[in-house]
């Protein structure tokens, strides 16, 4: 079994910054992917940014050039710096962790509890 700790989010003003981390434990052999998605209340969670373990960074639209995704393969641990934040970025935000749990080509996908980012004057 695989946890993932988020830390972060909260309270934020328009045009103001704030940071998320998610630290991932547990039965780990790899991991190859670590993301952020997020839910709006009334709408599907959606995909935010994500990393591989090399590093490949994929962002969507609505946050490129504001949001930056980084990782820690040796802390298994993955952050999300959130810059000229919007009110529209108001939502639940979960960590989200494709994990290989021995040498074998098999991946379990793992998600956090989520917590509350909301942006509002």
């Known amino acids: 079994q695989v946890q993932l700790v988020e830390s972060g989010g909260g309270l934020g003003q328009p045009g103001g910054s704030l940071s998320l981390s998610c630290a991932a434990s547990?039965?780990?052999?790899?991991?190859?992917?670590m993301g952020w998605y997020r839910q709006a209340p009334g709408k599907l969670r959606e995909l935010v940014a994500d990393?591989?373990?090399?590093?490949?960074?994929n962002y969507a639209d609505s946050v490129k050039g504001r949001f930056t995704i980084s990782g820690d393969n040796a802390k298994n641990t993955v952050y999300l710096q959130m810059n000229s934040l919007k009110p529209e970025d108001t939502a639940v935000y979960y960590c989200?962790?494709?994990?290989?749990?021995?040498?074998?080509?098999?991946?379990?996908?793992?998600w956090g509890q989520g917590t509350q980012v909301t942006v509002s004057s």
């Open positions: 989200n962790a494709a994990v290989r749990p021995d040498y074998r080509d098999i991946v379990y996908n793992y």
């Open positions: 547990g039965n780990i052999f790899a991991i190859n992917d």
């Open positions: 990393i591989t373990s090399g590093g490949t960074t």
